[in-house]
């Protein structure tokens, strides 16, 4: 008995070492990452593999975790983040939802990519998986996990959102720009007369 506990405790070991290792790997790819901008098509594909959903717009990632994500198909919406607040806003309903900039990376990991703060990343674990890495939380299966695939420059040219309930959000990038100068007005959100706030701070 103390011998199958003992190969399963080193199995556990290294399998957390190759982990910490996945982490690490991920982290140094994209050290020299401070921001992106790009254009995206998001494919959404159910459980049973099925698209039932297609979207298109851009978004731009700064550190630390700024944020500003526009849709421009099949409707309109806009997420921003400060990387201290965020916005999300629908035009069509003209209603803000206002949250802690926490929540935008436990609703949105792949803002990990524009964070390289110890702290953010404390929370995941990372694997190598099919050409890329996958991040998903160490402490709760309910959480959205990510899979990104980095080009040999470091360039994203695609990432996916995974829910827990097998449905997927593929992103596929084009125009992507790395390190592009920044105004701090983008990553900031003033709400438009007449619009509905929703504070959940």
Request: aromatic fraction near 10%; charged fraction near 25%; glycine fraction near 4%.
């Given at each position: 008995?103390k011998?199958?506990?003992?190969?399963?405790?080193?199995?556990?070991?290294?399998?957390q070492?190759?982990?910490?290792?996945?982490?690490?790997?991920?982290?140094?790819?994209?050290?020299?990452?401070?921001?992106?901008?790009?254009?995206?098509?998001?494919?959404?594909?159910?459980?049973?593999?099925?698209?039932?959903?297609?979207?298109e717009?851009?978004?731009?990632?700064?550190?630390p975790?700024?944020?500003?994500?526009?849709?421009?198909?099949?409707?309109?919406?806009?997420?921003?983040?400060?990387?201290?607040?965020?916005?999300?806003?629908?035009?069509?309903?003209?209603?803000?939802?206002?949250?802690?900039?926490?929540?935008?990376?436990?609703?949105?990991?792949?803002i990990?990519?524009?964070?390289?703060?110890?702290?953010?990343?404390?929370?995941?674990?990372?694997?190598?998986?099919?050409?890329?890495?996958?991040?998903?939380?160490?402490?709760?299966?309910?959480?959205?996990?990510?899979?990104?695939?980095?080009?040999?420059?470091?360039?994203?040219?695609?990432?996916?959102?995974?829910?827990?309930?097998?449905?997927?959000?593929?992103?596929?990038?084009?125009?992507?720009?790395?390190?592009?100068?920044?105004?701090?007005?983008?990553?900031?959100?003033?709400?438009?007369?007449?619009?509905?706030?929703?504070?959940?701070?």
């Amino acid at each position: 008995m103390k011998k199958l506990l003992s190969i399963s405790f080193a199995a556990l070991l290294s399998a957390q070492a190759f982990a910490n290792d996945a982490a690490s790997e991920l982290r140094t790819h994209l050290a020299d990452l401070k921001g992106f901008q790009a254009q995206f098509k998001q494919t959404v594909i159910d459980a049973d593999g099925v698209s039932i959903h297609e979207a298109e717009g851009k978004l731009s990632l700064a550190r630390p975790a700024k944020l500003n994500w526009q849709q421009v198909m099949p409707e309109q919406d806009m997420i921003v983040s400060d990387g201290s607040t965020i916005w999300y806003y629908s035009p069509f309903v003209e209603q803000v939802t206002i949250m802690d900039a926490s929540e935008a990376i436990n609703q949105s990991p792949f803002i990990l990519l524009a964070d390289d703060r110890s702290e953010s990343w404390q929370n995941y674990q990372v694997e190598k998986q099919q050409q890329g890495f996958l991040v998903k939380s160490k402490d709760d299966p309910l959480q959205a996990a990510f899979w990104v695939k980095l080009n040999a420059d470091n360039s994203i040219s695609r990432f996916d959102i995974i829910e827990s309930t097998g449905q997927r959000s593929q992103f596929d990038l084009q125009g992507f720009k790395a390190n592009p100068s920044f105004s701090e007005k983008l990553f900031k959100f003033e709400i438009p007369k007449n619009t509905m706030i929703d504070d959940q701070r």
